[in-house]
């Protein structure tokens, strides 16, 4: 007898016919002898449409009550699936995050787990019942409702797995594993077979949003077994392991390539080139916590300027703005300029260490598509570069080809 999580995304439960098939899927894991905890997501498009509720009343939508709002998503899922799963025989008994009880801290909208009580969880296992716990949410030492960010029941699937030290937690999903390349833009894409915690983690961070980056980064940790599967049919999947068990084995070159289209660009032009300059150009949105991924400085020398371009999460641009522009006026730059048409396309593989030339690779492939590259950044196992939006799809399959990353 083993203990699984499954998650269940929003696609997996998007109908009480699709919860009625997760039901059976649940029930017959706990038929094999398993006891089974599942976390499930809001139906698909109902966290879309509690935003845009909680749009209409307050712009842009934030804080406590958001948080309120949007957990009752995976509220109602919780509840229907321990319904269907009762309906077949099979006890059943649902907890919202703040029943487990899974606290986080109070960063509303964005809130990390610090920790999860099992024990009701266990008691319920031992029981023989199976658990279906809210994905997604949390509360506060206040006890006030808290959200994980876009994409976390990933996260609460992970941290419940490792809370109930479970022997695998698996993440079903509306594609039957990890793919080269996310199917829906290229459809050569491949299933693989296994990766590693590192690949996926950087994979996630990239932009492939089959698995959260929290969850990845929890995953990886605490050395969670992970497997990605299809709600839909049955299969393999895609299983995440640690590197050393797949030492020994051949290591492909580069095993998936992911692209974020949520990235914005702001370049400040021309700004005298001097000791703290790129310190007081992002000091405020250091300060009003605004992530910045790439940074490129590019001086000339004859001038003493140089030009200062970083990217920023697309919903985060107006804001970024605001507080560059007086900066920059204030230490004399020609001008600032800025672009949330962009995106980013990166190779990843852990192949990369022992491999020259990958670059040179990539650019050659995208050269010969025409798609001008704006921004580069290298890591050990990974190549971003920054291009027009437009060349999204062309980009990301000239590369698949340009790698031999497609079936057979
Ligand atoms: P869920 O609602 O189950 O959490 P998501 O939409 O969050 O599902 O994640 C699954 C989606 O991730 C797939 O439908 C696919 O379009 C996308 N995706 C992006 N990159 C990849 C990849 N490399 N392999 C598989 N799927 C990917
Ligand atoms: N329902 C949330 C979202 O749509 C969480 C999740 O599905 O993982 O982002
Ligand atoms: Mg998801």
């Known amino acids: 007898m083993a ?27 706990r038929a094999a002898g398993h006891q089974v905890a599942v976390v499930v997501s809001a139906m698909a498009g109902e966290t879309d449409r509690l935003l845009g509720l909680a749009a209409s009343l307050r712009h842009p939508p934030r804080g406590r009550e958001l948080d309120v709002v949007l957990a009752s998503g995976e509220q109602a899922s919780i509840g229907l699936l321990a319904m269907a799963l009762e309906a077949r025989g099979c006890p059943a008994c649902s907890y919202t995050g703040a029943q487990v009880p899974i606290r986080t801290d109070s960063s509303f909208n964005r809130a990390r787990i610090l920790e999860i009580d099992g ?33 976390g029941s990933d996260t609460t699937g992970v ?25 829906r833009i290229e459809p050569n894409a491949r299933r693989l077979d296994r990766l590693t915690f590192e690949e996926m983690l950087e994979l996630s ?58 990235e914005a660009k702001i370049t400040v032009h021309r700004v005298p080139d001097r000791p703290g300059v790129a310190y007081r150009l992002l000091a405020d949105i250091a300060a009003a916590n605004i992530e910045v991924d790439m940074i490129v400085q590019n001086a000339a020398p004859e001038h003493d300027e140089t030009d200062f ?6 919903n985060d641009y107006e804001r970024a703005r605001e507080m560059v522009d007086p900066v920059a006026e204030e230490l004399g730059a020609e001008r600032v300029t800025g672009d949330p ?18 670059a040179s690779r990539m650019f050659d492939a995208l050269a010969r598509e025409s798609v001008n590259i704006q921004m580069i950044s290298t890591s050990e196992i990974k190549i971003s570069v920054v ?5 999204l799809e062309l980009g990301v399959r000239a590369l698949h080809e340009a790698f031999d990353l497609h079936d057979g």
């Open 119 to 151: 024990r009701r969880i266990r008691s319920d296992l031992e029981a023989g019942r199976v658990v279906v716990v809210a994905g997604f949410q949390g509360a506060d030492e206040e006890g006030s409702i808290t959200t994980l960010g876009r994409g």
């Open 309 to 314: 371009t970083f990217t920023v999460n697309r």
């Open 159 to 183: 941290a419940l797995a490792v809370a109930l030290q479970a022997d695998e937690c698996q993440i079903y999903t509306d594609v039957d594993g990890v793919y080269t390349a996310d199917p």
């Open 3 to 29: 203990l699984i999580v499954q998650k269940y995304g929003g696609t997996s439960v998007a109908s009480a016919e699709r919860i009625g098939a997760v039901a059976d899927r649940v029930a017959r894991s």
């Open 205 to 262: 961070s990239l932009g492939a949003k089959v698995l959260q980056i929290r969850a990845m980064e929890f995953a990886s940790k605490y050395r969670v077994p992970l497997r990605v599967l299809s709600s839909f049919e049955d299969g393999p999947g895609t299983m995440i392991v640690p590197e050393d068990e797949e030492e020994g084995m051949e290591q492909p070159l580069i095993s998936g390539i992911a692209f974020n289209r949520d």
């Open 341 to 358: 048409r962009i995106v980013k396309l990166s190779l990843v593989g852990v192949g990369m260490r022992s491999h020259a030339g990958i």
């Open 387 to 391: 291009v027009d939006e437009r060349y």
